[in-house]
């Protein structure tokens, strides 16, 4: 986690890991995670998609986040690493108004949008990569000169895309992020079995209108969309990575009914499951 010591002024870590942080949390500092080899799914607010090696994504302050690895990375396979650089820093590691002189509106900019998390894509995260690297080696003002190049070419990125939806980020200004945290760590860890919205409601120690009211306020959608989602992304990630059929995906991941599977997958990916995994096989292929 980030510490400001005499010697630095922002966190830089390079890590081999068997695999990444396994919890949705959120903290008060800005990050950067680049998977420089990894794959699995990645959870930053509402948005739950797929990612690969080389993903580069900057999160702000209390935007809950998560990367999950895929399951490959829990089996011990001593030669199978994550390797990633973290970057932690807070907004004025550089003094109250460094990011405010007109020469830095960009980044100023770009720490705004960060609120939604942004994934950077594309060259530029190609050559954003190699910068990340290049600061987790130095040291002294080299470090700091090349982190706010880092920043600066984040800033002037023109493949990018902002992942959480803005009614979720504006919502989740209201809400207590322990508590959400909380409650969706249990949803992903149970997500493969039926979970009674009152078990939830429960644990949120709430009945069940009153957390259906506070899930809504908090997420800006429903328990049963959340769920639905979170569902459908480990979903995607048995699709792409095994050769199970999709009725035994679907009860993986906590549907016992293959149609309703099929229409629910339909309606978050625009695609039948079947279709997504042609997609990805055409992609690989090329």
């Not at 799914?41 to 090696?53: C, H, P």
């Not at 080389?54 to 399951?71: C, Q, T």
């Not at 969706?184 to 949120?204: C, G, Q, S």
Request: with cysteine; hydrophobic share 40%; net charge neutral.
């Amino acid at each position: 986690m980030y510490s400001k010591s005499a010697e630095n002024s922002f966190l830089v870590r390079y890590a081999e890991v068997p695999h990444t942080f396994n919890k949705f949390h959120f903290h008060k500092e800005y990050e950067i995670l680049y998977n420089i080899e990894n794959n699995g799914t990645r959870f930053v607010g509402d948005s739950i998609r797929r990612f690969g090696n080389g993903d580069i994504v900057l999160v702000g302050p209390h935007i809950p986040h998560y990367w999950h690895s895929d399951d490959r990375y829990f089996e011990g396979i001593e030669e199978l690493t994550a390797k990633v650089v973290l970057v932690q820093f807070v907004r004025e590691f550089l003094g109250d108004q460094f990011f405010s002189l007109p020469e830095l509106h960009k980044i100023n900019n770009l720490l705004d949008n960060a609120a939604f998390g942004v994934r950077i894509k594309g060259r530029d995260a190609a050559k954003i990569g190699e910068k990340i690297i290049q600061i987790s080696e130095a040291e002294g003002w080299k470090r700091l000169l090349l982190m706010i190049e880092m920043l600066c070419m984040m800033s002037e990125a023109k493949e990018f895309e902002l992942l959480s939806s803005k009614a979720y980020t504006e919502a989740s200004k209201y809400a207590n992020q322990e508590k959400m945290s909380d409650l969706f760590n249990f949803m992903i860890t149970n997500h493969n079995r039926d979970i009674k919205l009152e078990e939830v409601a429960d644990r949120a120690n709430m009945n069940t209108s009153a957390f259906c009211r506070y899930f809504k306020k908090s997420t800006s959608k429903t328990f049963s969309l959340a769920i639905n989602e979170i569902r459908i992304g480990f979903a995607c990630k048995h699709i792409i990575n095994t050769n199970k059929s999709i009725s035994e995906i679907a009860f993986e991941c906590g549907y016992n009914n293959i149609s309703y599977f099929n229409r629910v997958f339909k309606t978050i990916k625009h695609v039948t499951p079947q279709r997504y995994r042609e997609i990805h096989l055409e992609s690989s292929v090329s």
